[in-house]
């Protein structure tokens, strides 16, 4: 039986994912990207899962791209059936409609970074760092990189770290908003769990239909985006979360937010896998 490379376990409402192959410096062979798109699949489809919390077995985060895969399939049609099958899963992950951890030990390396950078919150180790990695193999980045990193730190930052070929420390990334808590990195999983089971107790599915709206404010005109905030005003206040959060609010009481999501009448929920 082939080891797996990606595990899942339900925490309470959160679900974990880890990549698991830390001799491989959990680098992102295709084996390896098949797991962890099934454990999308996963996040998306049940709603017992409020949401993820990513991170890595081992010291490396993530390693990017698996070098023997590389070498072996880089002409043109290998290449292009790998980006395709990759939009299958990165996609999901990136819009998933509920909101994502993740935790960061060690090197995030190329489309490691790029991995790390889908989260909506990400937790670092005082010893983590985000290395560029693209350059020195002479291709342009991915996994998101080209669509996170600018909208994170600006463009012109994000062309002097990409095309030196740059490292940034915890306490850089912090610096510069690309993480939200740096903590000892033995403490990485603790504080990304807590801090997802934090968000599961909010109202999730709102949160994704924000998360979903806010992705277009780079591109979106500011009428455009008052229209989008109504048309999302009309889908939350429909929900059984807002119900539950201003009945709350009225009685002076917290918020069951996910009883009130289990308790709907649309509601399918269902226990993830372990």
């Not at 509920?98 to 950078?117: N, Y």
């Not at 180790?125 to 996170?148: C, Q």
């Not at 997802?196 to 009428?223: D, I, N, Y």
């Amino acid at each position: 039986m082939s080891k797996q490379l990606v595990k899942t376990q339900m925490n309470g409402s959160v679900l974990m994912i880890t990549l698991s192959s830390p001799e491989n410096r959990n680098s992102m062979t295709m084996d390896l990207r098949r797991e962890l798109g099934a454990a999308v699949e996963l996040a998306e489809s049940d709603r017992a899962v409020r949401t993820v919390f990513l991170t890595g077995e081992g010291p490396t985060f993530c390693s990017g791209g698996d070098f023997k895969m590389l070498k072996t399939q880089c002409d043109p049609w290998p290449v292009h059936r790998r980006f395709r099958n990759l939009s299958r899963w990165l996609t999901p992950l990136i819009t998933l409609d509920k909101p994502v951890v993740v935790g960061v030990r060690g090197h995030a390396v190329g489309g490691g970074m790029g991995l790390a950078l889908t989260g909506d919150v990400v937790i670092a180790g005082e010893n983590a760092k985000f290395v560029s990695g693209f350059m020195r193999l002479g291709t342009v980045p991915d996994i998101g990189m080209m669509y996170h990193l600018p909208r994170l730190i600006g463009m012109a930052r994000a062309k002097s770290f990409l095309f030196g070929g740059g490292t940034m420390s915890a306490k850089e990334a912090f610096d510069l908003g690309l993480v939200v808590k740096v903590v000892p990195d033995d403490q990485v999983e603790a504080e990304g769990l807590a801090h997802a089971a934090r968000l599961a107790q909010g109202p999730a599915e709102v949160m994704g239909l924000a998360k979903t709206l806010m992705a277009r404010s780079f591109e979106t005109s500011l009428t455009d985006m008052f229209a989008f905030e109504g048309f999302g005003a009309v889908l939350a206040m429909s929900n059984p979360e807002f119900r539950e959060g201003l009945s709350a609010a009225i009685e002076n009481r917290p918020a069951d937010f996910a009883g009130a999501a289990a308790a709907s009448p649309n509601s399918t929920v269902k226990s993830a896998a372990a």
